[in-house]
Each structure stands twice: as structure tokens, then as C-alpha cells.
């Protein structure tokens, strides 16, 4: 090298972007999954997974909770209960059962829905005993549960998960919400994401009861639908809307964005 001549330097190395986790292979995805399960149990505890109320109870009530909160859903729920039992909800006008709910969203198209739900249960069970879906193979009780004219499968999820202890795992908005923000799942639908989550949790029921709870709570106090309080979050560390937008998550849309 002649002499005051300058040394050549080194390139730089790449500027690499840190993998976000919802492009991460299902098993780093299912590790960060167990990951938050121990962080959401120390925030809130454990949660032992003992029926809330009656398979029925639950059935008709996730039905009326859909964009209700629960105050009103279970308003809702105990004047549906003033027009008699089942048979006489059935027979009822339609624009009676709709009044009774009104303290729910939607209650022109829940009430028929629910109509119609009771009226398949019984002709297909002569009664409303839905305890044969404790004996059924879990595809079964699905398909049982989501082929009744106003159950979806988050209703079918939570009837078979809370009520007999079945391995499925209801995707209600918090759940939904979180997962997508934290990246344990790439964009996508709520009905989507039921497979989705069930496929990196193991088939565990206090497990999977104990998460869902969880996430539920903390979507109601930290991960809120708008203005996320990102600073007092336990997951934040590894959180993927947290790594691109720091303080500013925005508020979350639940369509997939389009490509
Ligand atoms: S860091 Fe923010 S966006 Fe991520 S899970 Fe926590 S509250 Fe939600």
C-alpha cells in the first residue's frame, strides 16, 4: 500500500429485519404459546376449569353474547327465561323471544336463530339433554354443535370445552385479537384461527381452559381493541405489534389486511 494511503474498509454487514413470529416455523409459534400461558397464569392466575353454568345455559347465552357485553347478555338471557322453558321459547312469536333479548345486539336475527337452534335440538334429541357430547369423537360433537342453525364453532367450542372438558379452544375477539398482535398466528380470521391455535396447543382441557380465560382477561385490561396498553404488558417482549409500532399500536381491525 503506498504510504497515507487509506486501508480498505470492510462492507457493512446487512441491515437484516428481525423475523416477525407470525413468519416463524408452528413450533417456535407453539413455544411462544406455552411462553405466554406461564406469563398470563402469573399475572392472573390459575384458573381450575369447573363449568360456569348449564350446557344449555351456555349454548343460548353465547348466542345472545355475540357483540353484547355480559351484563346484558345475561339480562338477555334471565327475560328469554320469563317466556317459559324450551318448548314455550319455540312456540313463542318470534318478535316476543326478539323483545325479551333486546338487551342483546341483534335481537330481530338472534331470535329466530335461537328458535330455530331449540326446535333442531329437540328433533334431533326428543329433549335438551346435550350430555351425549361428553361420549361423541370431538370432530363429531363439532359437526353435531355447528351443524344446528345458530351455533358457530366458537358457541360449539365453548359448550365443548367448558361444559365437558373436551380439547378445543374457543377464539372469541380477545383471543383472536392478541394472537394476532403477538404473531403466535399470521392474519387471519377468528373462524380460521380456532384450527389454527388448536393445531400448536396440546390437547390438554384445564390447559386450554385456563388460556382462554386468560387471554380474556387481559384483552379486557391490557390488549384492548383500541389504544392497547402496551407499556404495563407482560408480553410485550416478544410481542410483534409491540417490535413494529412500540406505544402506537393502532386499533385492531379484524378483517385480514388486504394484500
Ligand atoms: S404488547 Fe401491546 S399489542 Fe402486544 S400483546 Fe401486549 S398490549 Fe397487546
Redesign the pocket.
Known amino acids: 500500500m503506498r504510504p497515507g494511503a487509506r486501508a480498505p474498509t470492510a462492507p457493512a454487514p446487512p441491515v437484516t429485519e428481525p423475523t416477525l413470529n407470525a413468519a416463524r416455523p408452528p413450533r417456535e409459534r407453539a413455544e411462544l404459546l406455552e411462553w405466554m400461558s406461564g406469563l398470563l397464569r402469573t399475572e392472573y392466575g390459575e384458573r381450575p376449569l369447573v363449568p360456569r353454568r348449564a350446557p344449555m345455559h351456555e349454548l343460548i347465552s353465547t348466542i345472545l353474547s355475540q357483540r353484547t357485553t355480559h351484563q346484558d347478555e345475561e339480562a338477555a338471557y334471565q327475560e328469554l327465561l320469563t317466556l317459559g322453558d324450551w318448548d314455550a321459547i319455540i312456540e313463542a312469536p318470534t318478535e316476543a323471544v326478539a323483545h325479551a333479548i333486546r338487551r342483546s345486539n341483534y335481537p330481530e336475527s338472534k331470535a329466530p336463530r335461537i328458535q330455530a337452534t331449540l326446535r333442531a335440538i329437540r328433533e334431533q334429541r326428543g329433549g335438551y339433554d346435550l350430555d351425549f357430547l361428553a361420549e361423541l369423537p370431538v370432530k363429531d360433537a363439532l359437526k353435531w354443535l355447528t351443524d344446528l342453525p345458530g351455533v358457530g364453532v366458537k358457541t360449539a367450542s365453548l359448550v365443548l370445552l367448558f361444559n365437558y372438558a373436551r380439547p378445543v379452544f374457543p377464539v372469541d375477539t380477545h383471543v383472536h385479537r392478541?394472537n394476532t398482535?403477538?404473531g403466535t398466528i399470521p392474519r387471519m380470521g377468528e373462524q380460521a384461527a380456532h384450527r389454527a391455535l388448536l393445531t400448536l396447543l396440546p390437547p390438554d382441557p384445564p390447559h386450554l381452559y385456563e388460556l382462554h380465560v386468560n387471554l380474556l382477561r387481559h384483552g379486557q385490561r391490557?390488549?384492548t381493541w383500541t389504544r392497547?396498553?402496551?407499556p404495563a404488558?407482560v408480553?410485550?417482549e416478544r410481542?410483534d405489534?409491540?417490535a413494529v409500532y412500540g406505544n402506537n399500536?393502532p386499533s385492531f381491525s379484524e378483517k385480514p389486511a388486504k394484500s
Open positions: 392478541i398482535r403477538v391490557v390488549c392497547p396498553k402496551c404488558c408480553l410485550r410481542c405489534a409491540f399500536v
